[in-house]
């Protein structure tokens, strides 16, 4: 019996990578239009190497890329690509077909809703303030929160917590194999693997099940419950 649906956020809920190449885009052409004396190439090289060393997370990526072209930050060029990055940001950030009315649907059928996310608590309830979806779930568990990524059993033993349902009453879906999959499943939770929403190629998911759109959540549950 599935009593709780808990969802990634990026790359699950929100089209996370498509607003952060958009984002990053709108802030290049900016810096570049104020100063900057790279080669939009050389910019976005410098930015994804950040970001892979700090994380995609990282909130000070255009400081770091300014000190470590001119050992000093330049706010002029910083602010051009800060409010660039937002502004692109707000018009690129959305949610996946059919998001909306799934968790409508899954609300109907009395089933509590989470969200389990690794990344920083501001940006995670920023991004469902302006989509909306704030008021939609129970109760939201973000790095802050625990201060474990997943797939480190914490965050998945804290949403089950203060949603109050054991985790074979659960099920947890995400795009990252490695960390949503097998960490919930880790703690006993069933899993769905959002494969709309992956960005690596993955083969093996080791999910339970496997979606290539969100509304096939739907079936999924009626089916675990006629179980």
């Known amino acids: 019996m599935i009593t709780a649906i808990i969802f990634d956020l990026d790359n699950t809920l929100v089209d996370f990578m498509a607003m952060k190449r958009q984002a990053i885009g709108a802030a290049i052409n900016a810096m570049i239009d104020s100063g900057l ?19 995609i997370e990282f909130q000070n990526v255009f400081d ?13 060029i910083l602010s051009a690509g800060v409010i660039a ?5 707000e018009a ?6 059919h998001v909306y009315t799934t968790l409508m ?33 129970d109760h939201i ?21 203060l949603l109050q349902v054991p ?6 879906i995400g795009d990252w194999a490695e960390r949503d999959i097998i960490g919930a499943a880790k703690v006993g939770m069933k899993t769905v693997f959002a494969r709309y929403g992956d960005t690596f190629g993955t083969v093996e998911t080791h999910a339970d099940y496997e979606v290539n759109d969100i509304a096939e959540l739907i079936g999924i549950v009626k089916n675990e419950n006629r179980k």
Do not use: C
């Open 37 to 55: 004396k790279l080669s939009r190439e050389e910019i976005q090289q410098r930015i994804d190497s950040i970001y892979k060393e700090k994380g």
């Open 64 to 76: 770091q890329l300014l000190y470590d072209e001119f050992q000093k930050v330049d706010y002029k």
């Open 85 to 89: 990055y937002r502004r692109a940001r």
């Open 92 to 97: 690129a950030l959305s949610l996946y077909p």
């Open 105 to 137: 649907d899954l609300l109907k059928m009395g089933l509590k809703l989470g969200v389990v996310s690794d990344a920083p608590a501001k940006e995670a309830w920023l991004r469902l303030t302006y989509l909306n979806l704030h008021h939609i779930f």
């Open 141 to 161: 568990v973000t790095f802050e929160d625990t201060g474990k990524r997943k797939p480190d059993p914490a965050p998945f033993q804290k949403i089950l917590s």
């Open 167 to 172: 985790p074979h009453e659960s099920l947890m």
